[in-house]
């Protein structure tokens, strides 16, 4: 991490990495493989939280109406990262969707204070129309971009995303980060938000090989997507889970 002198990454080196895992009922098993590949390569403490959207109804934090082209429980909730944290701090919000594949502290080395935001800035535009289990695939600027960011949740600019603007403000002014300037977002490589399907990688250049594998157009949980790439790696990742669960 990089310091910007007030000690404030140094204090919070000594606490976990707050990390806010989007939760959908359809992909309860995604989540929880997600979240044993963050754990089982950390070499930092992680305190890993689902956002529940029923959990953030029943106390009062997110009351809107889903979209019909909101293909997951969390497409606006994600945006409460920040006022989880209690707007302290660094904290990585993430889809469940996502498979890690490398140790999260790498990731939090790049954490650069200047920053409101980091995330991997893609330019991608599917070619489907459909992803997951049928849900209609959309179009639009810094798609994914949300899908994966680390939040400076101290930063003045953060505090912009209370509740009631989670709750009211449009897809756009949100997944484009509208209530930033540009020069406040930080970019982060792509390999931490590998998108399968889209990215690639190139034989022999490690640094094009994945960290974080997302499967935006859907996982191997999905019975139209069994056979994506990296499906092998997801499914392994899911029986040392479903091992581990059945011991406990």
């Known amino acids: 991490m990089l310091s910007n002198g007030n000690g404030e990454l140094k204090k919070q080196e000594q606490q976990p990495f707050k990390i806010f895992v989007g939760y959908d009922t359809k992909e309860d098993l995604a989540y929880e493989v997600c979240r044993r590949s963050i754990l089982k390569r950390s070499s930092i403490p992680v305190q890993i939280t689902p956002i529940k959207q029923s959990d953030l109804r029943n106390n009062g934090l997110y009351w809107r109406q889903r979209g019909k082209l909101e293909s997951t429980e969390f497409s606006f909730s994600r945006f409460l990262t920040p006022f989880l944290a209690d707007y302290q701090g660094w904290a990585m919000f993430v889809d469940c969707d996502f498979l890690y594949l490398a140790d999260i502290k790498e990731l939090t080395d790049l954490i650069d204070d200047k920053y409101a935001i980091m995330c991997v800035q893609h330019d991608y535009a599917p070619k489907e129309t459909t992803k997951m289990d049928g849900a209609v695939q959309t179009v639009y600027p810094r798609k994914n971009w949300s899908s994966m960011v680390l939040y400076n949740c101290g930063h003045p600019s953060n505090k912009a995303l209370t509740p009631e603007v989670v709750n009211s403000e449009t897809g756009a002014f949100l997944h484009r980060f509208q209530w930033l300037q540009d020069d406040q977002i930080g970019s982060v490589p792509f390999v931490w938000n590998f998108l399968e399907g889209h990215n690639k990688v190139v034989e022999g250049d490690s640094s094009t090989f994945p960290k974080a594998i997302h499967y ?3 996982g191997p949980w999905f019975e139209a997507w069994k056979n994506c790439e990296f499906a092998d ?14 011991e406990v």
Do not use: V
Request: aromatic letters at 12%.
């Open 216 to 218: 935006t157009r859907g």
């Open 233 to 246: 790696l997801w499914l392994a990742e899911m029986e040392e889970y479903l091992k581990e669960a059945s």
